[in-house]
RNA sequence: GCGCCCGUAGCUCAGUUGGAUAGAGCAUCAGGCUUCGAACCUGAGGGUCGGGAGUUCGAAUCUCUCCGGGCGCGCCA
């Protein structure tokens, strides 16, 4: 309806280069937005008062010629100029019915948008470390990312869902060594817990099916393990003291027994997120392991390219990669003085390997506590010739959960922290998702527990189903009484007079919202904003709830019952698209 | 110190390609169920858009500056 609208003022504005208007006039120009009041029509325009300057012209003159130029059409009943020169737009009396029948006529199709041209999108998000579960962190921004891919879909882009698994380097180490230290206790030994180590129950599980798996081929005396290593936090380095009880553990097992612990902990870990994430609705196409990535040597290949552009250089005995030439505070190491490349140094060739898979544009969901990196990421793409602007991060601000008012802590090392498992079942997927795409992404976000548990008014998750719901209950109560609507009857009914049966503020105002749903996909899908679509959702609930209250839908009056029907059943869907892009259910009773 | 995010009604937040009188939920107050689901609806009060300066026909929105809060600033990932 609104690119229609637009359509037709920019013929109107081309039409006047020339004559009113010098030149040629960028067609970006012109827009038109919902008119916020009533008085001013349904749409209104400010291209005149954009224009008028550069054109030498005063506002309102220039929005009346434009008004004159506006080529023939069925939708615009008047048009006229208002204010400082606005054009406001008032449109057929039948404009929202007859979007009404294009909502039955699409069905889940409507509001998606199929573009010639399709982007395509590589969207990573999540890609948690598999060193223990996902808390409550990554349930937002498995949230954010899978909102966001369904509505980058919707939008018309080609959409591909990645988690890029990082199971190489000394993160995955760690976890090995502390399920290794577990594992040696609940074999008898006792042997302090290393300070840098992961602590949290979760390890447990994984020691005792080693035990079950390899009974006890992995068992050393404590005296073994601990004999001459250096001090642990406090008195010593956490870091050294962890770096040589994985040597240790490497040099009593040898690389076969290590590389085990190794590869089982990350399984299992990686399991168990795969898992959560199926819980949550989450699904991703491609499962990208860092270990195959590196092993495949592409890593040493980009950096054999950065080399030949001269944009590596040898100091203090480490490898750095020429970042500040591409907007960087400072160069960055990608290989470290002992010879083991930078993570960073994976991203690069990561990146790049994305670019060369035919990816449009790139978007990693990430954690607000990473934005100092993307920088350099980008820095990489650049000195490849990609575009910088190419990538995109998103950030996703910090969780924060309450219960009873009191905010809980957390922090991954320590042994208490809120899972996302836990979060779910205490309160569910629907008030999980809507919970944390409620809020801008850039926003931090507090997290009532006791709310998105409440079925009170409150809760803004039932308000959105409850008006779903409440629409099956109609079509229930409809069949038990026996009365009639035929959809094909319905459409033809509308078609013939559906302004006159469906006036009134509330229906005028429930239907006007109806037709905002398209518009609403486009614009949140260009802003990366899922909780645009989330507000919206609400005042589309809020307007049905509205007009229910207002006007009985199942009347004796042939017409008027199967026009009320048909409109509710257009909301209804809208609010089931819009739900299964947020990846919420629509019930169909509560 | 530098970088990013945030500051809008009592509370939690929408509103950034600059538009007309700044919105919603909760809370408060006043109303609405013998009839399709009251998990709902109708109405009212409530604002120096953190402060200041600038850009222009027009600024919550753009620029500068200051104040306050969060996060980051490794040869970790």
Redesign the pocket.
């Known amino acids: 309806m609104k690119n229609e609208l637009r359509e037709l003022l920019q013929a109107a504005v081309r039409s006047l280069e020339g004559s009113l208007l010098p030149g040629p006039i960028d067609a970006?120009a012109v827009?038109v937005?919902r008119?916020?009041?009533v008085?001013?029509?349904d749409f209104?325009?400010?291209v005149a008062?954009?224009l008028?300057?550069s054109a030498g012209r005063n506002?309102r003159e220039l929005a009346a010629a434009i008004i004159a130029a506006l080529p023939a059409n069925t939708l615009i009943d008047r048009a006229e100029v208002?204010?400082?020169?606005?054009?406001?737009l008032h449109l057929a009396k039948d404009r929202y019915t007859r979007e009404l029948l294009r909502v039955h006529e699409l069905g889940d199709r409507y509001g998606r948008n199929e573009p010639p041209h399709r982007r395509k999108v590589l969207l990573e998000f999540v890609s948690a470390?598999p060193t223990g579960p996902l808390h409550v962190g990554h349930g937002r921004q498995a949230a954010f990312g899978d909102a966001l891919g369904s509505l980058l879909a919707a939008a018309g882009d080609e959409v591909v869902r990645e988690y890029y698994i990082?199971d190489?380097?000394?993160?995955t180490e760690i976890l090995a060594v502390s399920v290794w230290v577990r594992y040696l206790e609940a074999g008898g030994e006792s042997l302090p817990f290393p300070q840098n180590g992961y602590r949290g129950d979760y390890i447990r599980p994984v020691a005792l099916h080693l035990h079950e798996r390899y009974g006890t081929r992995f068992m050393q005396p404590a005296a073994a393990v601990l004999e001459s290593l250096p001090a642990d936090a406090p008195e010593g380095d956490k870091?050294k003291y962890i770096d040589a009880l994985i040597a240790r553990c490497q040099q009593l097992l040898g690389a076969a027994g290590w590389q085990s612990i190794l590869e089982d902990s990350i399984a299992e870990m990686l399991a168990e997120i795969r898992d959560d994430l199926e819980g949550y609705r989450v699904r991703f196409d491609h499962w990208v392991s860092?270990r195959a990535f590196t092993q495949s040597g592409a890593i040493d290949r980009a950096l054999e390219r950065l080399r030949k552009l001269d944009l590596l250089y040898v100091?203090?005995?480490?490898t750095w990669f020429r970042a500040s030439q591409f907007g960087d505070?400072?160069d960055?190491?990608v290989i470290?003085?002992?010879g083991?490349?930078?993570?960073?140094a994976?991203d690069i060739a990561y990146h790049l390997d994305k670019r060369e898979r035919g990816y449009d544009v790139l978007i990693d969901v990430l954690?607000?506590?990473?934005?100092?990196?993307v920088?350099r990421v980008r820095g990489g793409l650049q000195a490849f010739g990609h575009p910088g602007e190419c990538l995109e991060a998103p950030?996703i601000?910090?969780v924060a959960l309450y219960r009873n008012g009191e905010k809980l802590s957390m922090g991954k090392r320590e042994a208490n922290f809120v899972t996302l498992r836990q979060l779910r079942e205490e309160v569910g997927n629907d008030a999980c998702r809507i919970f944390y795409l409620?809020?801008?992404n850039?926003?931090?976000?507090?997290f009532d527990l006791e709310l998105a548990k409440s079925?009170?008014?409150?809760?803004?998750v039932?308000?959105i189903?409850?008006a779903h719901?409440?629409v099956?209950?109609?079509m229930?109560?409809?069949g038990a009484r026996s009365l009639g609507y035929e959809p094909q009857a319905a459409g033809e009914i509308i078609a013939r007079r559906g302004a006159e049966l469906l006036a009134g503020p509330?229906a005028e105002a429930m239907l006007a919202s109806l037709s905002r749903y398209p518009e609403v996909i486009e614009?949140a899908a260009a802003?990366r904003?899922p909780?645009?679509l989330v507000?919206y959702l609400?005042?589309l609930?809020?307007s049905l709830?509205?007009f229910?209250?207002?006007?009985?839908?199942?009347?004796s009056d042939d017409e008027l019952r199967q026009a009320r029907i048909h409109a509710l059943r257009a909301v209804q869907c809208v609010l089931r698209n819009g739900l299964a892009i947020l990846g919420v259910s629509a019930?169909?009773?509560?």
């Open positions: 970006s827009t937005e008119a916020r009041d008085q001013h029509g209104a325009c400010n008062m954009r008028a300057k506002p208002a204010g400082a020169g606005f054009i406001n470390n990082n190489a380097g000394r993160q870091e860092e100091k203090d005995g480490a505070d400072e960055r190491v470290r003085d002992n083991i490349k930078t993570y960073f994976s954690g607000a506590d990473h934005h100092g990196y920088t950030l601000q910090l409620m809020r801008s850039d926003q931090s976000l507090d079925k009170s008014n409150e809760n803004p039932f308000y189903q409850y719901a409440r099956a209950s109609v229930k109560e409809l509330h614009q802003q904003a909780h645009a507000h609400r005042d609930a809020t709830h509205a229910y209250n207002a006007e009985r839908v199942l009347v019930p169909e009773s509560m």
